[in-house]
């Protein structure tokens, strides 16, 4: 059964770095299109950025491009989220996701973890 799980969420202040793990279970990253998105509270959730199957590129929302970068080791099926020059509104709750299927459309999501940033 596929299985993403997410870690490395918490609290930091603004301007610092933070990095998120998804380890995938039942499936390999490296065979399918993968993403990260976020939901603040009473917001929706929103696209933060992908990476191709080939690992070779990925593109980002505008609101963190140039601040967020999305890699994958392949050797421990684990995509990461590498956050830096935190902002508060980069608060919310943050979801890995695999295996695209159009329209911005994912087959499998983690649980979601937590990043609070303070000012």
Same mark, same amino acid.
């Given at each position: 059964?596929?299985? @993403?799980?997410?870690?490395?969420? %918490? @609290? $930091? *202040?603004?301007?610092?770095?933070? #990095? @998120?793990?998804?380890?995938? #279970?039942? @499936?390999?990253?490296?065979?399918? *299109?993968? /993403?990260?998105? #976020?939901?603040?509270?009473?917001?929706?959730?929103?696209? $933060?950025?992908?990476? +191709?199957?080939?690992?070779?590129? !990925?593109?980002?929302? =505008?609101? $963190?491009? %140039? #601040?967020?970068?999305?890699? +994958?080791? =392949?050797?421990?099926?684990?995509?990461?989220?590498?956050?830096?020059?935190?902002?508060?509104?980069?608060?919310?709750?943050?979801?890995? !996701? !695999?295996?695209?299927?159009? /329209?911005?459309?994912? +087959?499998?999501?983690?649980?979601?973890?937590?990043?609070?940033?303070?000012?």
């Amino acid at each position: 059964q596929e299985q @993403l799980v997410e870690s490395g969420g %918490g @609290l $930091v *202040q603004a301007g610092e770095s933070l #990095r @998120l793990s998804c380890a995938a #279970r039942g @499936l390999t990253f490296s065979n399918y *299109q993968s /993403a990260w998105f #976020r939901q603040a509270p009473g917001k929706e959730r929103e696209f $933060v950025g992908s990476i +191709r199957w080939t690992g070779g590129s !990925a593109n980002y929302a =505008d609101s $963190v491009n %140039g #601040r967020f970068t999305i890699s +994958r080791d =392949d050797a421990k099926n684990t995509m990461y989220l590498q956050m830096n020059s935190l902002k508060p509104e980069d608060t919310g709750t943050y979801y890995c !996701a !695999a295996v695209y299927y159009g /329209a911005n459309k994912y +087959r499998h999501w983690g649980q979601g973890t937590q990043v609070t940033v303070s000012t």
